[in-house]
C-alpha cells in the first residue's frame, strides 16, 4: 500500500516537472521572439516616419491593415500645403486598401487624407514593451459610419526611430487640428444656415408685400401668432432637451451620438429664440406704423436679401474651402437655398459631416 502511494506521488511529481519545463521553455521562446523582432519601418522627425501598419476598422469590428505608409511629423505638428492643413496625410508605399480609398480623400497616387473634420480629438498614445509604439483615435467617415484608426510607428530593437516626446506631439497636433477643424467648419455651416433662414424668411415678406399693403398687413397679424406659437415650441425644444441631457447621463456608451442630438436641440432653440425676438422686434416696429410705404419696404427687403445672399456666397465659399471632398453636396445646399428648397437645403448641409 506504501509503494502504490510512493508510485502516485512519483508519477505526479514527474508529470509536474514536464508542465513546468514547458512553460518556462514557452516563456522563454516568447521573451526570445520579443528580443529578436525585426526593424519595422525607419524615419525622423526632420524627415518622415515610415510606419508599418495603418490599421482602420468600423466600430467593434477588426482592425484591417491599410497597408505601410509615410506620415510627416514637421507637416502634422505646423502645416503648410492644403492637404496638411485639411487632414492627416498618410503617403502610403504601395496601394493602400479599400478601406482608406474608400473613406479617405485623395490627393495624388498613393497619397490620401483624411479630413480633421472628421476626427473626434481622442487620439491616445500607447508605448508597449518590445513592440511598435502606436496612437489610436475615432473618426466619423463622410457616409456617417464610426470608425477608428490605429497608427502604428516604426520600430528598432536597438535605440529607436521615434521617442515618446515625438510621438506625443503628433497626437497632439492631430487633436489640436481636429478640433480647430471641426469647429471651423461647424462655425460656417451656423453661418450658412442663420443666413438662409433670415433670407427665406425675407424673400417671404417680398412676395406678400409684392401683392400690396393690405396683404402685408395681414401678414403682421400671422407673424404676431406664429410668434406666440414659437414660444410653445421653444417650450417642448427645452423639455426635451432637459430630457436628452439626463438620457445623456444615464447612456455612457452612446454619448457622443446624444451629445449631438442635445448640441443640435441648443442650436435649434437659441435659433429659435434669436428669430422669435428678431420677428417681434419687426412686427412692434409695423404694428406702430401701420400706413407704412409699401414701395420704401419692398426696397428695404430688396437691400436686405441682397446682404444675406453676399453673406451665404461668402460662407459656401469658405465651406467649400474646408470640405472640398463634399463639393457636391455644397453646390447642392447653395442651388437648394436660391430655389427657395429648403427641405433640400437642410438634407445637404447635413451631409457634411463635422
Not at 171 to 193: E, H
Amino acid at each position: 500500500m506504501k509503494f502504490i502511494d510512493f508510485k502516485n506521488l512519483m508519477i505526479t511529481f514527474l508529470l509536474i516537472s514536464l508542465i513546468s519545463s514547458r512553460t518556462i521553455k514557452d516563456k522563454n521562446k516568447k521573451l526570445k521572439s520579443n528580443l529578436f523582432k525585426d526593424d519595422e519601418g525607419s524615419g525622423s522627425w526632420e524627415t518622415f516616419y515610415d510606419c508599418p501598419r495603418i490599421n482602420i476598422r468600423e466600430l467593434n469590428k477588426n482592425y484591417i491593415s491599410q497597408g505601410s505608409a509615410k506620415i510627416y511629423g514637421e507637416l502634422i505638428e505646423k502645416p503648410i500645403t492644403t492637404e496638411d492643413k485639411l487632414g492627416l496625410v498618410f503617403d502610403f508605399n504601395s496601394t493602400p486598401g479599400d478601406v482608406i480609398k474608400n473613406i479617405g480623400t485623395l490627393v495624388s497616387g498613393n497619397k490620401y487624407y483624411i479630413p480633421y473634420r472628421n476626427f473626434n480629438g481622442n487620439f491616445i498614445y500607447t508605448n508597449p514593451s518590445q513592440a511598435n509604439k502606436y496612437i489610436e483615435g475615432s473618426f466619423i467617415s463622410d457616409d456617417a459610419k464610426h470608425y477608428e484608426i490605429k497608427i502604428e510607428f516604426p520600430f528598432k530593437k536597438v535605440g529607436r526611430f521615434i521617442n515618446d516626446t515625438d510621438s506625443k506631439r503628433i497626437m497632439n497636433a492631430i487633436n489640436n487640428y481636429s478640433t480647430i477643424q471641426r469647429n471651423l467648419v461647424n462655425g460656417i455651416k451656423g453661418n450658412i444656415q442663420g443666413e438662409a433662414t433670415k433670407f427665406f424668411f425675407n424673400k417671404k415678406l417680398l412676395e406678400v408685400a409684392e401683392k400690396g399693403s393690405d396683404e402685408f398687413k395681414k401678414l403682421i397679424g400671422e407673424r404676431r401668432q406664429n410668434v406666440e406659437k414659437s414660444l410653445n415650441e421653444i417650450n417642448e425644444l427645452q423639455n426635451n432637451y432637459n430630457s436628452l441631457s439626463q438620457e445623456i447621463k444615464k447612456a455612457e456608451e452612446t454619448i457622443y451620438e446624444k451629445k449631438k442630438s442635445l448640441e443640435d436641440l441648443n442650436n435649434r432653440i437659441n435659433s429659435k429664440s434669436k428669430r422669435r425676438d428678431e420677428d417681434l422686434k419687426l412686427i412692434e416696429e409695423d404694428e406702430k406704423n401701420q400706413s407704412f410705404d409699401i414701395a420704401k419696404k419692398k426696397a428695404e427687403l430688396h437691400n436686405v436679401i441682397n446682404g444675406h445672399e453676399e453673406k451665404l456666397l461668402k460662407h459656401f465659399k469658405e465651406l467649400n474651402d474646408n470640405a472640398p471632398v463634399r463639393e457636391k453636396e455644397i453646390q447642392a445646399a447653395k442651388g437648394a437655398y436660391q430655389s427657395l428648397d429648403k427641405t433640400k437645403f437642410n438634407e445637404n448641409l447635413k451631409k457634411i459631416v463635422s
